[in-house]
């Protein structure tokens, strides 16, 4: 099944600044979340950011909130967005059915907004290299779990390019930047 930017959101979960320096490899699952969150606007996808308990663990990183000028912010405090109060409704009032999934801790905020998504009968994706855990273990081990559960694992590239569809078009050139 390939990624429709017609028929996908992004949601992404919990690059917060308290945690972000604790999270394996942060600068590149941050770097791949705001080449997303670009992409998302310039191609008009509906993009959410997710913030578990601000109080604790901060705002978003400034770069999430730069790149996220146009996307719908919700704080939680439930590790899953999916059990959040009002959240699958707001994700569902988008009429998309292809959630794209980026953020920390893949093994706890992620796996379990991922597997409530499912749940939910969103499609879910989970972009690998901008998803991480504190350590690498447990990153793996959430990959594997999500690929089980039938959850679909691609890269920034791939969504880029499934969002895309072909080259030589004005979106194309407009998006090769975060491409190169």
Known sequence: ML??????LL???????RLAPAIHDSETVTANS?????AARQLKVPAFVSEQYVKGLGP????IREAASTARFFE??????????GVTDLLRASGRRQIVLTGTET??????TALGMLGEGFSVFLVADAASSR????????IERLRSAGVHIVSTEMVLFEWLQRAGTDEFRALLPLIR
């Open 3 to 8: 990624l429709s930017r017609t028929d996908s």
């Open 11 to 17: 949601l992404v979960v919990d690059i917060q600044e």
């Open 34 to 38: 705001v080449r997303l969150l670009e």
């Open 60 to 63: 978003s990183l400034a770069a």
């Open 76 to 85: 939680k405090i439930h590790f899953s967005c999916a059990a959040e109060p």
């Open 107 to 112: 093994h706890v905020c992620v796996l379990q």
């Open 135 to 142: 350590t690498p273990e447990n990153r793996q081990l959430a």
